[in-house]
């Protein structure tokens, strides 16, 4: 969280399109971290080599990075008092909006495979790995979603974002098959794409002046619902079958983007310069 506050510090009005871009390349690791690990346990060295590769990376960033960590000491005036004022109160529902939909995209890539089993009829091996669509959706949105958020308000990219996964999960809960389904994971990927991005953007935002501040407590959040959704999930899936349990989850953009609507979030509101 502290690398989203040090992008909306350094990059002003380009923030959302730089946060955009930042969750795009991580992705994009996410899905070559995956590969290399699949890599290593095909090899005669094992899986652990892709998980070796994965620290020598991290230390060669680490070089890379140098020795003073003062480009990242980007704390507002506000935050380095110590009679740092209360949060206000729009900030907490900048951040009830985001982790509603990363609460969905959470269950996703934990409970995909279920419903892929069920649903598309793939193996449990085949089912794990394709679920890797909804990242490669991901990385397409985030692609697409940092070009337009230059040009368009990013308020109005996020309801569509909203809009664009909650009709992408409505297609996928419906349909049986394997591709279908697949289609369906890739496009509900394009759609919560942006919602990281641009959700923790706007409580930021919110914050007027304590970005470090609203990250943390976003962060503390999305751990929290981390936590809590899969389980939900799963007690419904208990009580009505995966696929039933899995259409509860559309009650979550639902809400997302009548918050949205409800507390927007003035694209004006700028942060006081650190």
Not at 90 to 108: D, F, Q, Y
Not at 128 to 154: H, Y
Not at 207 to 221: K, N
Not at 242 to 249: E, K, L, P, Q, Y
């Amino acid at each position: 969280m502290g690398a989203s506050a040090y992008i909306e510090a350094s990059q002003g009005a380009a923030a959302d399109a730089a946060l955009a871009e930042a969750n795009l390349t991580a992705s994009v690791s996410s899905l070559l971290a995956t590969f290399a690990i699949g890599v290593g346990a095909t090899l005669v060295l094992g899986w652990q080599s892709g998980l070796l590769l994965l620290v020598v990376l991290a230390v060669v960033l680490e070089l890379a990075r140098g020795r003073t960590s003062a480009p990242f000491n980007i704390g507002t005036e506000l935050e380095k008092r110590r009679d740092t004022p209360r949060m206000p109160g729009l900030v907490w529902w900048a951040i009830l909006t985001l982790i509603l939909l990363t609460g969905v995209e959470i269950t996703l890539l934990q409970w995909g495979p279920d419903l892929l089993r069920e649903r598309g009829g793939l193996g449990p091996a085949a089912a794990s790995a394709t679920i890797a669509a909804i990242v490669t959706g991901m990385i397409v949105g985030r692609l697409i979603g940092s070009r337009i958020v230059e040009r368009v308000s990013s308020e109005l990219v996020f309801g569509a974002s909203i809009l664009f996964a909650t009709a992408a999960f409505a297609y996928t809960w419906l349909v049986t098959g394997a591709v279908p389904l697949i289609i369906g994971l890739v496009l509900i990927g394009v759609g919560i794409g942006m919602h990281f991005p641009l959700g923790i953007g706007r409580a930021m935002r919110a914050s007027v002046g304590q970005p470090d501040r609203a990250a943390g407590l976003t962060s503390a959040g999305i751990a929290v619902m981390s936590g809590i959704a899969p389980f939900v999930l799963a007690a419904l899936a208990d009580a009505m079958g995966v696929h039933i349990a899995f259409g509860f989850m559309i009650l979550f953009f639902i809400a997302s983007f009548l918050l949205l609507l409800w507390k927007r979030v003035p694209e004006d509101q700028a942060n006081p310069a650190a």
